[in-house]
């Protein structure tokens, strides 16, 4: 790996640490601050689509400005948003999280544009691991931390260090990228096609756009782990602990082979492998048919994560490959904002479902993801039989 990803890495490992907010700021609204359910409910819910917009355009930003500057503007916002917390009266509190998600979305698809442009095609997919575990493990150690500097200090303490990180993570970032690595490209600046055509891009590239589509419907499954979930779990008389586990198993599967498998796989065709990944998640879905109990939730969870190790990586690796020079912040974009569409669909929709007829959420969910997965396996198929017909035919 060039030095720069793990420059990169350690300032994302370091961010993800002191970026807790997001977990307790529920507890938040309804503790010190006094709100409602229903009130903190539409704040987080604001938060969650600051969250998707940004990702959706932060590539937009960096195609346009530059991806090193587009990530150092963000973080600074958010840093200093993120601070001002505890001194904001609760109505701008509605305004503040979503402004905040929103720069953290931009810094998400700011960074992965960054790595695209910095990592050279064929080494991608070991990158965005690396990068991945990085944030992982941060996450792995900042929520208990966090909860010690909630009850041991103040909730207005997670907002300042989580601020503060954010704010380290700009300086970090200037640091180890040089300004000359992520330029943004020549046609952006001349006003060529890094200016427009998008859309024209894509339909060159069918198995992008099928990859999108495929990526939007197995989010959606994906976040059922973190809202109905739970709620099916408690309803059949397995309480906080059991899902608890589930979601340290799924930290710890991700933790131990995501790296490994990225190193493994490199040389497997792309779309086959994220197939693989996605008709691994339906199957994970699949396994709670079988009932809910401690076993049906561990097969659950192991394979939802083998799922993610597969997919994840490789997808966004493929989006920065397919990507043309002028447009690699924009594929970005799409990837990160479809890959995070769940937090603001899975929780209503799934909820709904759930609520209405428990019975057909995990068919569904399994069915989607299982169906996704085969659709992409097939685009590949055809990819792989189109590339032998050319070169039977020497053109």
Known sequence: MPRVVWLLAAGVFVNAVVSFTFVFVFLYLTGPRGLAVTEAGLVTGLGGIGMVAGNFTGGWYGDRFGHRRVLLTASGLGGLVLMAFPLLPTPLLFAALPLAQYAAGVIRAANGALVAVT??????????????????????????????????????????????????FALWTARAVPARGAARSAAARDGGPGRGGLWSELRARPAVLLLLGAILAVDFVYRQQYSAFPVFLADHGLDARVFGFAIALNGAVVMLLELPAAVALRARPPLRVIGAGLVLVGAGYAALLLGASVASTAAMMLLVSLGEILYKTTATAYMADQAPEHAIGRFQSLYAGVSVSGVVLAPPLGGALYAAAPGLLWPLCALLAGGAGVAVLCASAQIRVGRAARAATGT
């Open 119 to 168: 990592v050279p095609e064929g080494s991608r997919r070991q990158a965005y691991a690396v990068v991945r575990s990085a944030s992982n493990g941060g996450f792995i150690i900042g929520p208990p931390l966090g909860a010690l500097v909630a009850t041991a200090v103040s909730y207005d303490w997670l907002f300042v260090c989580d601020g503060i990180g954010t704010l380290g």
